[in-house]
């Protein structure tokens, strides 16, 4: 009588290798890691996305890290040679896109909190230029339409839109690879502060305007809430001068929204400064100019942790 015993332990092996093998193609799936609680941490990636109070992280084997930000953790450049140290930065500046490294230790609900965050300002430059090229890309596409082809073709101006339309959507692609998904926000009001002509300035008006709308937040459910605060100028000047003044205008309302009301840092998302671009009226008037000499402080709702999405 022939014995079953090789055959068996065939199929025993066939089946172990089965198992096996999609025990590890599951792991290979799994995409996000929990740090255990009081472990100490350093890892590298790039920031897929951002809320309020923290962020995630994706490296090189797109293992997503969630990274707590607190009051606490230092933010700056990596340092440039033995005698020189890092640049200090504010939390705000953790953007999409950006490539760090984060240096931290696991709470109980598996976030890596981080102490220390490190990055370089060249890819600083890459994620902020992420904000603006998408819209770059659509104003200057639209811009080119059938009836204005005939009219600027004698200046050679759609060729030069064509190549602008064609540099921002190269940004763009480049910014979307490094990042496979984005956080959603919902606006929930925008708070315009105006400035006088060349002044960065915070004034009474503009103070208590703040003021009033700080009492107005406090009678609101803020959970999820971020704000952005973007400067702008008008076109009197030169173009660079106009967009320094810009930052510097949105730098004195976050300046007094942290000193006065105690807005965390965490809740601010990148502050930026426009110049004289995205006008709010006709800068040809002197009406026009007043009301483009402004701050908007735009606040925005997490989408994730509101529960919308």
């Not at 472990?39 to 490296?59: E, L, N, W, Y």
């Not at 030069?160 to 690879?177: F, G, V």
């Amino acid at each position: 009588m022939r014995s079953n015993r090789p055959r068996f332990a065939g199929i025993m092996t066939l089946a172990f290798a089965f198992v096996v093998t999609g025990t590890v193609s599951a792991l290979a799936q799994k995409q996000t890691q929990k740090v255990p609680d009081g472990q100490s941490m350093k890892i590298q990636g790039i920031v897929s996305m951002r809320s309020a109070d923290s962020f995630t992280m994706r490296d090189m084997s797109k293992v997503e890290t969630v990274v707590a930000l607190t009051s606490k953790t230092d933010v700056k450049t990596h340092k440039k040679g033995v005698f020189r140290g890092g640049k200090e930065y504010g939390v705000s500046y953790i953007l999409r896109g950006l490539r760090v490294e984060v240096e931290g230790v696991g709470n109980a609900e598996g976030q890596l909190v981080a102490k220390s965050i490190k990055f370089d300002e060249d890819d600083l430059r890459t994620a902020q230029a992420l904000e603006q090229t998408d819209e770059m890309a659509r104003e200057n596409q639209a811009r080119i339409t059938a009836e204005e082809e005939n009219a600027k073709k004698l200046a050679g101006q759609i060729a030069e839109n064509q190549e602008l339309t064609a540099q921002a959507q190269r940004a763009a692609d480049l910014a979307n690879k490094r990042i496979n998904g984005l956080d959603e926000f919902d606006p929930v009001k925008t708070i315009t502060v105006l400035f006088a002509t060349g002044s960065s300035v915070l004034g009474p008006k503009g103070k208590a305007q703040i003021d009033k709308e700080a009492a107005w937040v406090k009678t609101q459910n803020t959970k999820g809430w971020v704000v952005a605060v973007v400067g702008f100028a008008d076109k009197s000047g030169n173009t660079e001068p106009n967009r320094k003044l810009s930052e510097r205008r949105a730098n004195a309302v976050i300046g007094y929204l942290v000193t006065k009301h105690n807005l965390p840092l965490q809740r601010l998302v990148q502050p930026f400064g426009y110049g004289e671009n995205k006008p709010a009226a006709d800068d040809s008037t002197a009406e026009g100019r007043a009301k483009n000499r402004r701050v908007e402080i735009r606040l925005l709702v997490n989408k994730g942790i509101a529960g919308t999405t």
